[in-house]
C-alpha cells in the first residue's frame, strides 16, 4: 500500500518579492501535490537561525540566516506520495546553474543563496520542519 507523505516547502524571500509565490504553488500543483496548509510569514533571524541550525558551522551560515529573514516568505506543507523525495527532484539542485531544465530552481533561481526554494532533505527533518512553522 502506498501512503501519503508530507513535506515542508518554503518559497524564499527572492521569489516572493519578485512575485513568484503563484506561479511556483503552480507548479507543485501540476506536479501532482497538494498544498495541505500553508502561511505568508517573516521570521527573525534568531528563529532562520534555530530553523537552518544544522549549517551552523557552515561560512555561509549568518549570511543564510539573515537572508532567510529579510523578508516575507510561504511555508507550506506539500502532500503527495513520496512527497519529500519528489519535492527535491522538482526543486532542482542547489545551485541554479546545475539545475536540470524543468525545475523550480533552474526557472527562477538566481544564485545559490537566492534559490528561490527550500526543501526538506528526508521523512525525519521534513516532521521537524512542519513542528517548527505549523505547530500552533
Ligand atoms: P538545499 O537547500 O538544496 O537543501 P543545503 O545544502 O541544505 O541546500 O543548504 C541550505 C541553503 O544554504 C541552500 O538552499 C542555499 O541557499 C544555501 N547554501 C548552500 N550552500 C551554499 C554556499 O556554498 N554558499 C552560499 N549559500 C549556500
Ligand atoms: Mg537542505
Redesign the pocket.
Known amino acids: 500500500m502506498s501512503s501519503i507523505e508530507q513535506t515542508l516547502s518554503i518559497i524564499k524571500p527572492d521569489a516572493v518579492e519578485r512575485n513568484l509565490d503563484k506561479e511556483i504553488k503552480q507548479m507543485f500543483i501540476k506536479n501532482g501535490f497538494t498544498i495541505f496548509k500553508e502561511k505568508k510569514i517573516q521570521i527573525e533571524k534568531s528563529e532562520a537561525e534555530k530553523f537552518y541550525k544544522v549549517?551552523e558551522t557552515k561560512p555561509?551560515y549568518s549570511d543564510?540566516c539573515s537572508y532567510l529573514s529579510s523578508g516575507p516568505i510561504v511555508a507550506m506543507i506539500l502532500e503527495k506520495e513520496n512527497a519529500v523525495i519528489d519535492n527535491r527532484k522538482l526543486m532542482g539542485a542547489?545551485n541554479p546553474k546545475d539545475a536540470e531544465d524543468g525545475t523550480i530552481r533552474k526557472k527562477y533561481g538566481i544564485s545559490?543563496?537566492k534559490?528561490s526554494v527550500?526543501g526538506s532533505?528526508s521523512v525525519e527533518n521534513a516532521k521537524k520542519e512542519i513542528d517548527f512553522f505549523f505547530r500552533d
Open positions: 549549517h555561509f543564510l542547489t545559490i543563496d534559490n527550500h532533505d
